[in-house]
C-alpha cells in the first residue's frame, strides 16, 4: 500500500551506518546519537510480512515513546527527542545481545511449550495443573538471545547466559532488576486503562559512560500482550478465550491459515480488506494502551516528511 513505509534509504549529515531490524531502521548519527525510523513492516513469528501496516509505525513510535517517560522515573531509557510520529532520536549504546521477556500469564509462547509436556521454560519452573492464560504465582524471566532480521529468537536461561558470557552476572543482574521494576509500573499503568500486561520484553544497552538504558520499544503491542481486564476470570473459569490487545491477532490468523514461519511454509496472501482491518485494530491497541485518542500523521509523503523533521532536529545538535 503507497502510504506506508515498508523500507528507508536517507543518508543524514554525518551519517555512519544503517541497522534494519525486522521493523526499525537505526542510523548512527556520528558515533553520537542513533535515529531510530519506526516503519510500517509486520514481524510475526520472526518473519517479515510482504506487505506494511497502516500507521504502524507511528502507533509503535508513539506508545513506546510515552511509556518511556512513564517509566524514566524507575529506569533510565536512550530517549532524547521525537521529532516525528516515526521517529525516535537517542543516545547510541551497546545493545545488550538477549531481550529480556517476562511473562505474568502462562500465555503465547509459554502456554505453546506447556502444551507439549514442558513444564521448564529458559530455566525457569512452570507449575503443574495450570490452564492457559492462568496467573503465575509470580512474574517469570524467559529471557531469548536477539535475532538478525529473518533469523528466529531462541529461548536462552539465565544460566547460559552468564555460562556463554553473553552478559556479566553484575549487568544481568541490573537487567533483572530494571525488568522486574519495568514489568511492576507496566502493570500498573495497564490497570487503571481497564487492561492487563501479560507478558512483554525489553530491551537494554549500555552507554559510552557505562550506564545501562532501557532502548528500542517498551509495552507497544507488538512488543507485549494485553488482556481487557473486564470478563478475565470469568473467561477463565468457563475455558473460553481471552479478550487480547497484543497482535497476537494475527499470529492466529497466521495459524489458521498454516503458517508458523516453520521450513517451506509459505505467509498466506493478505488482501488490502484484511490489511486495513490489522491498521484498525492496531489503532484500536494504541487508544486503549495509551488513554489517548490517536491522531493520524500526513501520509501523503511520509519519506519527505520523515526527512524533513530529522534535517530540522540535526541543525539543533
Not at 536517507?10 to 546519537?33: A, L, W
Not at 529458559?122 to 492462568?134: L, T
Not at 512474574?139 to 558470557?165: C, N, V
Not at 505467509?267 to 486503549?288: A, F, G, H, K, Q
Amino acid at each position: 500500500m503507497s502510504n506506508t513505509i515498508i523500507d528507508t534509504n536517507f543518508n543524514f549529515p554525518n551519517q555512519k551506518s544503517i541497522y534494519k531490524g525486522k521493523v526499525r531502521e537505526v542510523y548512527n548519527i556520528n558515533d553520537e546519537q542513533l535515529v531510530m525510523v519506526a516503519t510500517d513492516r509486520l514481524s510475526a513469528f520472526d518473519v517479515v510480512m510482504p506487505k506494511g501496516i497502516p500507521y504502524k509505525g507511528q502507533i509503535l513510535n508513539q506508545i513506546a515513546t510515552k511509556m518511556m517517560k512513564e517509566t524514566e522515573d524507575l529506569v533510565p531509557n536512550w530517549l532524547v527527542a521525537t521529532p516525528d510520529p516515526n521517529v525516535a532520536i537517542g543516545h547510541l549504546c551497546e545493545t545488550f545481545k538477549v531481550e529480556m521477556v517476562i511473562r505474568g500469564y502462562m500465555s503465547g509462547h509459554a502456554a505453546r511449550e506447556y502444551k507439549l509436556g514442558k513444564r521448564m521454560l529458559c530455566g525457569v519452573a512452570m507449575p503443574d495443573g495450570m490452564k492457559e492464560n492462568d496467573k503465575f504465582p509470580q512474574p517469570i524471566i524467559t529471557p531469548a538471545t536477539k535475532a538478525e532480521m529473518g533469523d528466529h529468537d531462541e529461548d536462552i536461561s539465565r544460566e547460559d547466559i552468564l555460562a556463554k558470557g553473553i552478559v556479566s552476572e553484575e549487568d544481568y543482574l541490573v537487567l533483572e532488576d530494571y525488568t522486574r521494576k519495568l514489568f511492576q509500573r507496566g502493570t500498573e499503568i495497564a490497570a487503571e486503562r481497564g487492561l492487563i500486561l501479560v507478558d512483554t520484553k525489553y530491551e537494554f544497552g549500555k552507554t559510552k559512560d557505562g550506564k545501562i538504558v532501557l532502548i528500542d520499544e517498551i509495552h507497544t503491542p507488538d512488543s507485549s500482550r494485553y488482556f481487557y481486564a473486564n470478563g478475565y476470570q470469568d473467561r477463565q473459569d468457563k475455558g473460553e478465550a481471552q479478550k487480547q490487545l497484543s497482535k497476537e491477532f494475527v499470529r492466529q490468523w497466521l495459524i489458521a491459515n498454516n503458517f508458523q514461519g516453520l521450513e517451506r511454509q509459505t505467509v498466506p496472501y493478505m488482501s488490502d480488506e484484511y490489511i486495513e482491518t490489522v491498521s484498525e485494530r492496531y489503532i484500536e491497541l494504541y487508544e486503549n494502551i495509551t488513554g489517548d485518542t490517536f491522531v493520524k500523521g500526513d501520509v501523503s509523503d511520509i519519506l519527505s516528511r520523515i526527512e524533513a523533521n530529522v534535517l530540522e532536529y540535526l541543525k539543533t545538535v
